[in-house]
């Protein structure tokens, strides 16, 4: 495909695979961090991601998109992983050539922007991309002087390890159950989240109660800083739900950061979950940004 610019959009093959993984991590965060780390791309797989690149008229990479769709197409879904251009007159030709590779099925897609990202967000709404809804990015700057909870009755903490993947699984599927953007885990896909170097082992906990698993929370040092870490994941079974098990689990997670020499420590929450924001904001983490989701629906 090609423009009056000079800007033509090509498959990323094997070939371009190594520069669109080298874009994807220096321009993938601008927008949305949550899939552009190193550990998260070296499981892209040219074959089996719809992914392009978009390329000025000496073949510089200025621009790229993909597609995630393992896991998430079961639920109907698809997210993209990137959609980021250096030349705002890549977007259009990015997202035409990216939407029809959408397979049948998916009744969704979706992806995160910040709040000012404008010259995306035209391109986005021209192809029938609306707002659906925003996440508080969080931050709490002090997580070793947080103050250690007393735990429910009958509960006690324990590091996650990977034998116990079917367990993390079911707690986050029966957890977030009906949640936008939510599909299942697998016990495979828990066991290699467990297994990631990024996991900071003494804040990623299972929580057990009357000797059954009941909570869950997972804390990854930031790929970027030495200094800062991130609350990926904190669920709670319902019947465990109202008695304080969230808030102990991630005041555990904040001291363990703490300890880690973390000196601060984010998370994302949807701005609806107004009974979250309060246990956030009494942790003492404060609105760092926003984040926007854009979707466009196809059923």
């Known amino acids: 495909m090609t423009a009056a610019d000079g800007i ?3 498959d990323v093959d094997a070939q371009a695979t190594d520069a669109f993984l080298e874009y994807a991590r220096t321009f993938g965060p601008v927008h949305d961090d949550s899939y552009v780390s190193s ?3 070296s499981s892209f797989n040219a074959a089996n991601e719809s ?5 000025d008229a000496t073949g510089a990479p200025v621009g790229a998109v993909s597609l995630l769709l393992d896991g998430f197409a079961t639920e109907h879904l698809a997210r993209f992983r990137i959609l980021h251009a ?3 007159a890549a977007y259009p030709l990015l997202l035409d050539a990216i939407l029809p590779r959408i397979p049948q099925g998916i009744e969704r897609v979706y992806l995160f922007l910040p709040e000012q990202a404008a010259d995306v967000v035209e391109s986005l709404a021209a192809v029938g991309f609306v707002q659906c809804r925003r996440a508080y990015i969080m931050l709490n700057a002090s997580p070793a002087s947080v103050a250690e909870l007393d735990l429910p009755g009958e509960t006690v903490f324990e590091p996650a390890q990977t034998t116990a993947a079917k367990d ?5 599927n029966t957890a977030f159950r009906g949640h936008p953007g ?3 885990m697998t016990a495979e896909q828990a066991a290699e989240m467990l297994s990631s170097s990024r996991v900071i082992r003494t804040g990623t906990l299972m929580a057990h109660r009357g000797g059954r698993p009941a909570g869950l929370v997972l804390t990854l040092a930031d790929e970027q800083s030495p200094y800062s870490a991130t609350v990926e994941t904190l669920a709670v079974m319902p019947a465990d739900q109202h008695i304080g098990m969230g ?3 991630l005041r555990a997670a904040l001291r363990a950061a703490g300890r880690d020499g973390r000196s601060s420590v984010s998370l994302s929450v949807s701005t609806f979950n107004k009974r979250a924001m309060a246990m956030y904001l009494d942790a003492g983490f404060n609105v760092h940004d926003v984040r926007v989701c854009w979707e466009k629906r196809f059923a």
């Open 8 to 10: 033509r959009v090509v």
């Open 39 to 41: 550990e998260d791309l």
């Open 247 to 249: 808030r102990a689990l």
């Open 86 to 88: 250096t030349d705002p």
């Open 51 to 55: 992914a392009l690149l978009a390329l």
């Open 168 to 172: 993390w699984a079911n707690i986050i």
């Open 182 to 184: 939510h599909y299942n």
